[in-house]
């Protein structure tokens, strides 16, 4: 056998990592070993002897001691603010307050010095918008170490969820030539030159010539492609990036965010609804069962935040308690017919308190969403039956001849967080939907074949990822659940 091959003991670095051991494990442990190697980023040096050590492994750092004339002057000069640090030393009981243990360090090594003169961070507390102009380095902060550590427990939640389930998990394709929302708001994916584009006989741009032979964008949701799977695998999910080009500035949207889209044949409406809520709970109750440090840091730093606000503006319930609560409780379930009655009979609709009107066939703005939820229920509400106008092509027509088979999830602080919808599953329904909402049968030959050789009622619905993050972990602007957020005018790192 040729080639190279892997000696470990001739492999230095491999040796120096494997034997480092994680804080979040250290703090667990009991005092008296010794040997103990760890690695990690300084977050303070005090008095030339105390070191904060951080790791990412967790909120908490690891106090290592340095006795007093032990390590030379020029190697306590390098123990700046972000400095690597590997220290090996003996794990003691600890004299001070706040952790159980301490690293009393016989060896210590820069591994990579920070020179804190420019280092934009300080130990001391940053605002939210600084540190997003930053985002390359917020990650070593408290609070978005706890975000993205929840964020990634959710994700894995997401698919033990599904796993456990029996879902497939299906990738859909990232560039696509339809548009499966129908909306228009997409990026355009192309190689041909700006400035001199080639032309078909009428003038128009010819995109036989483009990379693909054909126009294409960004997808903006895997569900058509979700819907081939499952009508052969019976239940399927997607998890992966959406792109709109939807010109929102607001704390609520990104023009690339994270969606989770199962979708179940013989599965109708009500069973989509609670599907979608046993999930919701599932992975709520996944983080709070792996990462209750982080949870307990955010729901402290959400009341420090709140403080700063008129009492009127305070979220009524803490993050730990609104989570828990949203465990406990059923959510609301009203059509959006009861909720349109609401709203008109609201004491902010009579007092003109709405920017938006409201009357039978609206698309509910967020401040009708988060009336519903923070002000009249209280509590997460999934609304159904929407008005046929405002919803997607695909969404299964009710007898009424007025509304579709779709449902909305709003959560309180956040408005929509799921999407979807039982799909029309009848050939004849679907192709006289898209006629009259101009959707080329032809270009979406394959998904109509769904409904021509074996259709099924089918129904399946969209999480938004961020939003469900934002939820979560308490934060309120959604750049900040993401690590590189892409907005209009900004897609800095
Ligand atoms: O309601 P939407 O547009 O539904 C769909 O895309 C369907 N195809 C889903 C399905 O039935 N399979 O989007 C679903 C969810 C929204 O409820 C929201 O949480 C999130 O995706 N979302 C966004 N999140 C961040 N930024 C944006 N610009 C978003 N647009 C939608
Ligand atoms: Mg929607």
């Known amino acids: 056998?040729?080639?190279?091959?892997?000696?470990?003991?001739?492999?230095?670095?491999?040796?120096?990592?494997?034997?480092?051991?994680?804080?979040?494990?250290?703090?667990?442990?009991?005092?008296?070993?010794?040997?103990?190697?760890?690695?990690?980023?300084?977050?303070?040096?005090?008095?030339?002897?105390?070191?904060?050590?951080?790791?990412?492994?967790?909120?908490?750092?690891?106090?290592?001691?340095?006795?007093?004339?032990?390590?030379?002057?020029?190697?306590?000069?390098?123990?700046?603010?972000?400095?690597?640090?590997?220290?090996?030393?003996?794990?003691?009981?600890?004299?001070?307050?706040?952790?159980?243990?301490?690293?009393?360090?016989?060896?210590?090594?820069?591994?990579?010095?920070?020179?804190?003169?420019?280092?934009?961070?300080?130990?001391?507390?940053?605002?939210?918008?600084?540190?997003?102009?930053?985002?390359?380095?917020?990650?070593?902060?408290?609070?978005?170490?706890?975000?993205?550590?929840?964020?990634?427990?959710?994700?894995?939640?997401?698919?033990?969820?599904?796993?456990?389930?029996?879902?497939?998990?299906?990738?859909?394709?990232?560039?696509?030539?339809?548009?499966?929302?129908?909306?228009?708001?997409?990026?355009?994916?192309?190689?041909l030159p700006f400035d001199n584009p080639p032309r078909n006989e009428k003038g128009e741009i010819d995109f036989k010539e483009d990379f693909f032979g054909r126009s294409t964008n960004l997808t903006v949701s895997g569900q058509l492609e979700g819907e081939l799977g499952a009508t052969a695998f019976g239940e399927i999910y997607t998890f992966g990036p959406t792109f709109r080009a939807e010109n929102s500035n607001t704390t609520r949207h990104l023009a690339e965010f994270w969606?989770?889209?199962?979708?179940?044949?013989?599965?109708?409406?009500?069973?989509?609804?609670?599907?979608?809520?046993?999930?919701?709970?599932?992975?709520?109750?996944?983080?709070?069962?792996?990462?209750?440090?982080?949870?307990?840091?955010?729901d402290q730093r959400l009341a420090e935040e709140e403080k700063q606000l008129p009492t009127d503006k305070r979220s009524p319930m803490g993050l730990l308690e609104k989570l828990r609560f949203v465990l406990d409780n059923d959510f609301e379930r009203i059509t959006y017919t009861e909720a349109i009655d609401i709203l008109l009979n609201s004491p902010a609709y009579k007092k003109k308190k709405f920017q938006y009107d409201v009357k039978w066939g609206i698309d509910m703005q967020s401040e009708h969403e988060r009336y519903l939820v923070e002000k009249h229920f209280k509590k997460p509400v999934i609304v159904s039956n929407y008005p046929k106008d405002i919803k997607a092509f695909y969404m299964r027509q009710n007898d009424d001849g007025k509304t579709v088979a779709a449902m909305d999830i709003l959560a309180p602080g956040i408005g929509e967080i799921v999407g979807g919808s039982q799909r029309e599953e009848r050939l004849d329904r679907l192709t006289q939907r898209m006629k009259d909402m101009h959707i080329s049968e032809e270009e979406l030959w394959w998904y109509l074949d769904t409904r021509r050789f074996g259709t099924v009622p089918h129904a399946g619905f969209g999480l938004g990822f961020e939003r469900m993050v934002l939820f979560v972990t308490g934060m309120t602007n959604i750049r900040d659940v993401i690590a590189f957020p892409r907005t209009p005018k900004s897609a800095e790192f």
């Open 1 to 191: 056998m040729g080639g190279p091959h892997f000696v470990p003991s001739q492999a230095k670095n491999w040796l120096m990592f494997n034997k480092r051991i994680k804080i979040k494990e250290i703090l667990l442990q009991s005092p008296g070993q010794k040997g103990v190697v760890v690695m990690g980023w300084v977050r303070t040096f005090r008095n030339n002897q105390f070191i904060a050590l951080n790791d990412g492994s967790t909120n908490l750092n690891l106090q290592v001691v340095l006795e007093l004339g032990k390590f030379d002057e020029n190697t306590l000069k390098r123990i700046t603010t972000s400095a690597a640090l590997k220290i090996t030393g003996e794990l003691v009981a600890s004299q001070g307050k706040g952790q159980a243990v301490e690293l009393i360090a016989t060896e210590l090594e820069v591994l990579g010095d920070s020179d804190a003169s420019a280092y934009p961070l300080q130990p001391k507390k940053h605002s939210l918008e600084f540190l997003r102009e930053i985002a390359h380095l917020r990650f070593r902060t408290n609070t978005f170490g706890a975000v993205f550590r929840v964020r990634h427990s959710l994700a894995f939640a997401i698919h033990k969820f599904f796993h456990e389930k029996g879902f497939l998990y299906l990738h859909t394709p990232i560039v696509t030539a339809s548009d499966a929302e129908g909306a228009g708001e997409m990026f355009r994916v192309t190689t």
């Open 259 to 298: 969606m989770i889209e199962p979708e179940m044949a013989f599965h109708d409406l009500e069973d989509n609804m609670n599907l979608a809520e046993s999930f919701i709970k599932y992975i709520i109750q996944f983080a709070m069962d792996n990462n209750m440090d982080d949870l307990q840091f955010l």
